[in-house]
Protein backbone atom coordinates (compact mmCIF):
# COMPACT_ATOMS: atom_id res chain seq x y z
CA UNK A 1 0.00 0.00 0.00
CA UNK A 2 1.41 3.39 -0.89
CA UNK A 3 1.84 6.10 1.35
CA UNK A 4 -1.35 7.81 1.00
CA UNK A 5 -3.39 4.91 1.86
CA UNK A 6 -4.58 4.04 -1.92
CA UNK A 7 -3.89 0.78 -3.18
CA UNK A 8 -0.55 -0.05 -4.86
CA UNK A 9 -0.73 -1.31 -8.59
CA UNK A 10 0.92 -5.01 -8.98
CA UNK A 11 2.92 -6.89 -11.72
CA UNK A 12 2.47 -10.48 -11.35
CA UNK A 13 5.32 -12.74 -12.70
CA UNK A 14 4.20 -14.34 -15.96
CA UNK A 15 1.95 -16.19 -17.23
CA UNK A 16 -0.51 -14.00 -16.19
CA UNK A 17 0.58 -10.34 -17.04
CA UNK A 18 -2.65 -8.95 -15.50
CA UNK A 19 -2.27 -5.85 -13.66
CA UNK A 20 -4.26 -5.47 -10.34
CA UNK A 21 -4.51 -3.63 -7.23
CA UNK A 22 -4.05 -5.24 -3.98
CA UNK A 23 -5.99 -4.01 -1.12
CA UNK A 24 -6.49 -5.43 2.72
CA UNK A 25 -9.50 -5.86 4.66
CA UNK A 26 -9.91 -6.40 8.57
CA UNK A 27 -13.38 -8.29 7.61
CA UNK A 28 -11.68 -10.68 5.01
CA UNK A 29 -11.70 -14.24 5.93
CA UNK A 30 -10.20 -15.39 2.18
CA UNK A 31 -8.96 -14.21 -0.73
CA UNK A 32 -11.11 -12.11 -3.16
CA UNK A 33 -10.63 -11.13 -7.08
CA UNK A 34 -13.04 -8.54 -8.35
CA UNK A 35 -13.38 -7.26 -11.89
CA UNK A 36 -15.16 -4.15 -12.90
CA UNK A 37 -14.73 -1.39 -15.21
CA UNK A 38 -11.55 0.24 -13.41
CA UNK A 39 -9.76 -2.43 -13.57
CA UNK A 40 -9.10 -5.89 -11.29
CA UNK A 41 -8.75 -5.91 -7.95
CA UNK A 42 -7.19 -8.72 -5.37
CA UNK A 43 -8.44 -8.08 -1.17
CA UNK A 44 -7.09 -9.61 1.24
CA UNK A 45 -7.05 -11.03 4.76
CA UNK A 46 -5.09 -8.54 6.99
CA UNK A 47 -2.29 -11.32 7.62
CA UNK A 48 -2.11 -12.88 3.62
CA UNK A 49 0.70 -12.98 2.26
CA UNK A 50 1.18 -10.71 -0.96
CA UNK A 51 1.95 -13.94 -2.89
CA UNK A 52 -1.68 -15.16 -2.69
CA UNK A 53 -2.99 -12.15 -3.97
CA UNK A 54 -0.15 -13.45 -7.29
CA UNK A 55 -1.16 -16.74 -7.27
CA UNK A 56 -5.20 -16.11 -7.26
CA UNK A 57 -4.54 -13.99 -10.13
CA UNK A 58 -2.79 -16.85 -11.47
CA UNK A 59 -5.24 -19.76 -11.05
CA UNK A 60 -8.23 -17.31 -12.01
CA UNK A 61 -6.51 -15.99 -15.40
CA UNK A 62 -8.57 -17.37 -18.12
CA UNK A 63 -11.68 -15.74 -15.85
CA UNK A 64 -10.67 -12.43 -15.07
CA UNK A 65 -9.59 -12.08 -19.00
CA UNK A 66 -13.20 -13.07 -20.12
CA UNK A 67 -14.60 -10.69 -17.79
CA UNK A 68 -12.14 -7.78 -18.88
CA UNK A 69 -13.26 -8.71 -22.24
CA UNK A 70 -17.19 -8.48 -21.44
CA UNK A 71 -16.43 -5.05 -19.91
CA UNK A 72 -14.68 -4.01 -22.63
CA UNK A 73 -17.47 -4.38 -24.60
CA UNK A 74 -20.46 -3.75 -22.72
CA UNK A 75 -18.50 0.02 -22.92
CA UNK A 76 -18.14 0.04 -26.52
CA UNK A 77 -22.21 -1.14 -26.57
CA UNK A 78 -22.92 1.34 -24.14
CA UNK A 79 -20.65 4.43 -25.56
CA UNK A 80 -18.85 4.94 -22.62
CA UNK A 81 -14.89 5.74 -23.67
CA UNK A 82 -12.17 4.54 -22.05
CA UNK A 83 -11.71 7.92 -20.27
CA UNK A 84 -14.98 6.85 -18.22
CA UNK A 85 -16.97 9.63 -20.02
CA UNK A 86 -20.42 9.23 -21.58
CA UNK A 87 -19.80 9.15 -25.31
CA UNK A 88 -23.13 10.85 -26.39
CA UNK A 89 -24.77 10.21 -29.65
CA UNK A 90 -27.42 12.22 -31.51
CA UNK A 91 -29.59 10.75 -34.81
Same mark, same amino acid.
Given at each position: ????????????????????? *? !? $??? %??? =????? @???? +????? &???????????????????? *? !? $??? %??? =????? @???? +????? &??????
Amino acid at each position: MSENGSADLRRPAEPADIAYR *I !R $RSE %RAR =RVRVT @VDAT +GVEVV &LPRRAAEREAAAAVRELEPW *I !R $RRI %REH =RRAEE @VVGW +GHAGS &LALWRV
